[in-house]
């Protein structure tokens, strides 16, 4: 299978904890997108990678979370000091270069719940 | 805040009627798309259209796009059951920045 891939699918943590997210990206796709969706919404943007360069990032993110892109192939997404409002599922997407914006592959998402 | 409203909330329908959902927005755009979440296959995208397109198929797909009014309709053809999903739609922000902005969706279930 050669689309996106999330691990873990689900991660169930106490208030308090750190967790961390993987995402494995279409390995010809430069671009990479987070995302975290919560029950009858629809995704919110968090952070945006071309390569290994984070671009944007959105202004409602708190500083808990963070997100790396070494080598601009996987990506993690952190958060520290989970809270019960971090439930969600956060989901990876990832697309080729265009001019403008472009067709994105998602992944299958990972499911939080924070207890 | 999310930039995409779509309109109806949730629509159910008997196998083989069309369905049509709508899609607002507030600010200019590129490009306007279409994504279809179903628990099976996560989100899928269906089709982009352009700002300067009006008009465009794909299947049993067809979306309209009218920037005057800032809005986009999607009809679905000869329903199927496995069309049941919701369905969103996700526009740029008109700037040459990569962000997506996202409505709550539409709730879409066939009946057989």
């Known amino acids: 299978d050669t689309g996106v891939s999330q691990d873990p699918r689900h991660k169930i943590t106490k208030r308090g904890q750190n967790v961390t997210f993987r995402c494995d990206p279409i390995?010809?796709?430069?671009?990479l997108y987070w995302y975290r969706q919560t029950l009858g919404q629809g995704p919110e943007f968090l952070t945006y990678f071309q390569n290994e360069a984070q671009l944007e990032k959105s202004r409602l993110l708190s500083d808990r979370f963070s997100a790396e892109r070494p080598k601009g192939s996987f990506s993690t997404l952190e958060i520290q000091r989970t809270e019960q409002g971090d439930s969600a599922m956060y989901l990876c997407a990832s697309s080729l270069r265009g001019l403008v914006s472009d067709e994105q592959y998602f992944g299958p998402g990972t499911r939080l719940t924070v207890t | 805040s999310q930039q995409g409203e779509e309109d109806p909330q949730a629509l159910s329908i008997q196998e083989g009627e069309n369905a049509t959902m709508n899609c607002s927005y507030k600010?200019?755009?590129?490009?306007l798309q279409w994504y279809r979440q179903n628990s099976g296959r996560g989100l899928v995208h269906l089709i982009l259209?352009?700002?300067n397109e009006r008009e465009k198929h794909s299947g049993r797909l067809r979306v309209t796009l009218d920037t005057s009014k800032k809005s986009s309709s999607l009809l679905i053809t000869a329903s199927r059951a496995a069309d049941t999903a919701s369905y969103f739609c996700a526009t740029d922000a008109g700037e040459s920045n990569y962000q997506l902005i996202w409505g709550a969706g539409t709730k879409l279930i066939i009946k057989p």
């Open positions: 259209i352009r700002s």
């Open positions: 390995s010809e796709h430069n671009r």
């Open positions: 600010t200019s755009i590129n490009n």
